[in-house]
């Protein structure tokens, strides 16, 4: 069984650390999918895509930011969605090596989507399919059931300190 | 001024997320020097400089793990020269919009280099170029320089549970 791993907390990191595995599997050869849940907008790594052979990233959201106390009927279809193209994924002969599901736990967190599925997704994880699931708020039924758990603890933030989002930075 | 930021801690994904942001920067077309401390093995993000344009990683280590409680003179000699290499790229005309020095933080704490030579950089910080510096075991006085800290914490690591480090997830 691949290793599923969580990046959870309010630091910066979680989608970057994500990405920077996927970076690594690609220079072996292996192939990645990155399913991203609540996103619909244009970012650095979208753009790279073209570059890299076996990598494969797709969004499931709307251009604009999710309102995440209430979400709205679309932004819940579209979550689900992402859920269920992951699902389907790992069933397929052909799976990636490695499977990221970018801001999953927000989407859970927010109610948008069931943990029973989430967790089903990690109790039937294929031989040689490792999962990352990013994002804060991961619950706790899922970091018992994951291999790997990081904390990306806010220790000092910048905008914060009322510096502007910037670019590759951020987003 | 370009922003610094910190990845310490001892859980998972401070390299990561460094390459994740790497990765972020030349989607948008800017540059990125990656310059590893301690590091002179051949890693999944290595094998990936031909597709990626505008990135540059230049390792300064030997193939084998450096004994951090006694390192030896050659060692030294090279973390030295990383850090030497990292102060000429930033006044060069010709500035990566990003600079990421890999264990920095390692090499710091185990006495390799000097505490006030990194703090330095981090005071000349040109303006365009953004620097990153990963590794467990951050001094409190570069932290408190930095823009942003993320502590990784380690909630859970697969390798405490007896499961191998596999390439990709770990290197």
């Given amino acids: ?11 910066k990191g979680k989608t970057s650390a994500a990405f920077g595995m996927a970076v690594r599997f690609l220079g072996y050869g292996k192939s990645v ?13 979208l753009l790279l895509k073209k570059n890299l052979p076996g990598f494969e990233i797709v969004q499931f959201g709307s251009e604009d930011f999710v309102d995440l106390k209430n979400p709205s009927k679309e932004d819940i279809e579209q979550a689900k969605e992402a859920l269920f193209y992951a699902k389907r994924l790992l069933t397929r002969s052909y799976r990636p090596d490695l499977l990221i599901l970018d801001e999953v736990n927000v989407a859970l967190s927010a109610g948008m989507i069931e943990e029973r599925e989430v967790l089903e997704l990690l109790n039937k994880l294929p031989d040689k399919t490792n999962l990352v699931l990013t994002g804060r708020g991961a619950t706790k039924k ?14 000092k933030h910048p905008f914060k300190k009322g510096k502007k989002a910037e670019k590759g930075l951020e987003y």
Avoid: H, P, W, Y
């Fill in 33 to 45: 999918v990155i399913v991203q849940f609540l996103k619909g907008r244009k970012t650095g790594e």
């Fill in 142 to 155: 899922l970091m018992e059931k994951a291999d790997l758990v990081t904390e990306m603890r806010d220790v």
């Fill in 1 to 11: 069984m691949g290793i599923a791993c969580v990046f959870t907390g309010k630091g």
